[in-house]
């Protein structure tokens, strides 16, 4: 009978504990329904073999496969493959350690729609104790540009692997993000299984430690993403970061559309580092000034009370680029942006606050490009404090609603192991303080809501967008100031909050791309007790039951 | 074609220089140096607010370094804890059996 399962495992010259120990943690499976491939890509050490040929003694279920040349680990993998007869293919290195439901786990989430499932992981350190959880996102392609997020430990649907080409010699230490790029490409369904399934043995020289050790893995992963990127036809440059392992994608603009940049403003003036502006003024001359895309036309709407000479400046500042709307209303956000789309000419609108100042001059392009990618209707930008804290690193919607990592230092990658800033990603929602929209999705969900005049309608127009099937990506390379001071504390209107509340109860406490392994109400990856590592304490030898144990053994024998 | 300006016309733009030159003073070269100033204070100023924005952070970071180790603390106890109960009991029990 063919097994569910096919646990493929490259073996060369692994430690001797480490390989037994990956051995048992497959023997001792919950799951039954299995094969154990194992290459031994020509170990040097004699040991290797005699441990391997007994296992495959021991159990029918494991079988070992010798090759006669070293061929590195792409090519034992494809020999693994060949022999394989599962209907899904698992993957699992040679020094590390599945959990004992590992497999029962992923086969209940390889339903029948599903080709692409993964888990969550953490490292399993030299002392034997666990660490550093990744506690990962649901699917989230943008990000998987950008970084192997996926990594461990990874199922896929036999297939589905063979339809794509199984593994591709030439991405040795990306080899598993490139295979994983080329599966989610054509997956008709990727699960995410919330439950720590891998422990990634951190080794003195793997890739888990430090990059010096492997520079060469990332330069794969840079070609693995830019093939991806080839296949799929967006075009675009890959790059390397300074954070390792983490990746940009500069696209080409096919075109440069006519961006509405709208600003709602009362033209009030304020006090940034020591000197008097006016914002809305000022938000337009950064970028007038320093944005490199051009073609851009200001739709600034303005309440009855603004003053002359504020609008009399902008006239100057933007001659016939400035489209001046009057808001006659009492102070309604959602109404005031409604507006705006109304009298913009772009079939893109870039959502403004005017309390804002452009850093990165490119910005515009980068969220420009995102939106020629299909299924993409929203992009958001990361947004700095005045003193250069981060104020806006995308949405998160988890019992609360909340920044991502505000406050956090504005260079920061964000929080180990998953480094959320340094990435682009999908999100449940970014805040329209700087973020460019299609028109036509802007259209599609009928703008934003006039019930919440102040709070939470950036909210409430996200998650329409995604529940109209959109993705909504942040980035961290679409930069602005945003001089919204820390201490804000919202004015709620009556009604704001049960009004998100009872039309988003759900989607405000499940967020898909944080994880249910995280604390609530918090959105600093901070995981939740005992979740952080600790428990493998739990493990360690128990001295009191040894002492209990020997005193029975006296006291009976 | 501008329309000739009148002497009154005249007279009161004069008047204007005359009254903002005295607000200059004897350099006109103050007016650029007022606006150097102005921007090198405003760089002063964000800096040392980039600067304060640099710590701000790190006790942000720090403050969330610190919650994970409190947990791990807590858990820590409750683990050593229940290790010691546990212990406890089984050593009685073992001790019990012997002397009985």
């Given at each position: 009978?063919?097994p ?11 430690e001797?504990?480490?390989l ?34 007994r ?55 390889c ?21 550093v959880?990744?506690f ?58 919330p439950i ?53 994608v ?67 500042l ?27 000419s772009?079939?893109?609108?870039l ?41 806006h ?13 505000l ?24 805040t ?53 001071s820390?201490?804000r ?25 944080y ?16 979740r ?26 | ?15 204007e ?45 720090l ?13 820590f ?24």
């Amino acid at each position: 009978m063919t097994p569910r399962f096919s646990v493929l495992t490259a073996v060369h010259n692994p430690e001797r504990s480490h390989l037994e120990e990956c051995l048992a943690s497959v023997r001792n499976q919950t799951l039954a329904d299995w094969e154990h491939i194992i290459i031994d890509d020509a170990s040097t050490h004699p040991w290797v073999s005699d441990v391997l040929d007994r296992a495959a003694a021991n159990d029918p279920r494991v079988r070992v496969v010798k090759r006669v040349e070293n061929g590195g680990i792409t090519a034992a993998s494809s020999d693994a493959l060949a022999v394989a007869t599962g209907e899904l293919i698992a993957l699992l290195d040679h020094d590390d350690v599945l959990a004992p439901n590992a497999l029962d786990a992923m086969s209940s989430a390889c339903t029948d729609l599903v080709d692409v499932a993964y888990s969550d992981h953490d490292l399993l350190r030299p002392d034997g104790r666990y660490a550093v959880p990744s506690f990962k996102p649901d699917f989230s392609p943008e990000r998987l540009r950008s970084q192997n997020y996926i990594t461990h430990f990874l199922v896929a649907r036999r297939s589905l692997v063979d339809a794509v080409g199984g593994f591709r010699p030439g991405f040795d230490g990306a080899q598993d993000h490139d295979l994983v790029l080329r599966l989610t490409e054509r997956a008709r369904g990727v699960a995410h299984v919330p439950i720590v399934l891998y422990h990634w043995r951190q080794s003195p020289d793997s890739v888990t430690t430090s990059s010096d050790n492997k520079p060469w893995a990332f330069e794969a992963g840079v070609r693995a993403v830019a093939d991806h990127c080839a296949r799929v036809g967006i075009a675009a440059t890959v790059e390397l970061t300074e954070h390792e392992g983490c990746y940009r994608v500069v696209r080409d603009l096919r075109s440069h559309p006519l961006v509405s940049v709208i600003i709602p403003t009362r033209g009030s003036a304020g006090r940034v580092w020591g000197a008097t502006r006016v914002f809305v003024v000022d938000a337009i001359q950064s970028l007038i000034e320093k944005s490199t895309y051009r073609e851009l036309e200001f739709v600034v709407v303005y309440d009855s009370v603004t003053p002359d000479a504020v609008l009399e400046a902008l006239r100057r500042l933007a001659g016939e680029r400035l489209v001046l709307v009057e808001y006659d209303r009492p102070f309604n956000f959602s109404d005031k942006m409604n507006l705006g789309a109304v009298h913009a000419s772009g079939d893109l609108l870039l959502m403004l606050n005017d309390d804002t100042e452009l850093i990165a001059p490119d910005s515009v392009e980068v969220l420009v490009g995102h939106l020629q990618t299909p299924g993409v209707a929203l992009v958001g930008s990361k947004l700095l404090f005045s003193d250069g804290t981060l104020q806006h690193g995308g949405h998160v919607y988890y019992h609360d609603l909340r920044h991502a990592c505000l406050s956090w230092p504005g260079d920061s990658p964000g929080p180990w192991p998953l480094r959320p800033l340094a990435v682009e990603r999908e999100c449940s929602g970014v805040t329209a303080a700087a973020a460019l929209i299609h028109r036509s999705a802007f259209e599609e969900v009928g703008g934003f809501p006039t019930e919440l005049p102040l709070n939470f309608n950036d909210v409430d127009f996200c998650l329409k967008l995604r529940a109209a099937g959109h993705r909504i990506v942040w980035t961290p390379w679409a930069c602005w100031y945003h001089f919204e001071s820390r201490t804000r504390i919202p004015e709620l209107a009556p009604g704001e909050y049960e009004f998100i509340n009872e039309r988003w109860h759900y989607a405000i406490n499940n967020d898909p791309y944080y994880n249910m392994n995280l604390e609530p109400s918090r959105s600093d990856w901070l995981e939740r007790p005992m979740r952080s590592g600790a428990p493998a304490i739990e493990s360690r030898p128990n001295a009191f039951r040894r002492i209990g144990s020997r005193l029975k053994q006296g006291g009976t024998g | 074609m501008p329309e000739p300006r009148s002497d009154g016309d005249v007279a009161a733009l004069q008047a204007e220089i005359d009254r903002l030159r005295t607000l200059v003073g004897p350099s006109e070269q103050s007016y650029v140096d007022l606006r150097v100033d102005l921007l090198a204070a405003r760089d002063a100023a964000k800096g040392a607010e980039a600067g304060e924005g640099v710590y701000r952070g790190r006790v942000i970071e720090l403050e969330v370094a610190l919650a994970r180790a409190r947990q791990d603390q807590d858990h820590f106890q409750r683990a050593v804890f229940n290790t010691i109960r546990s212990g406890r009991h089984r050593i009685i029990r073992a001790v019990r059996s012997r002397l009985l």
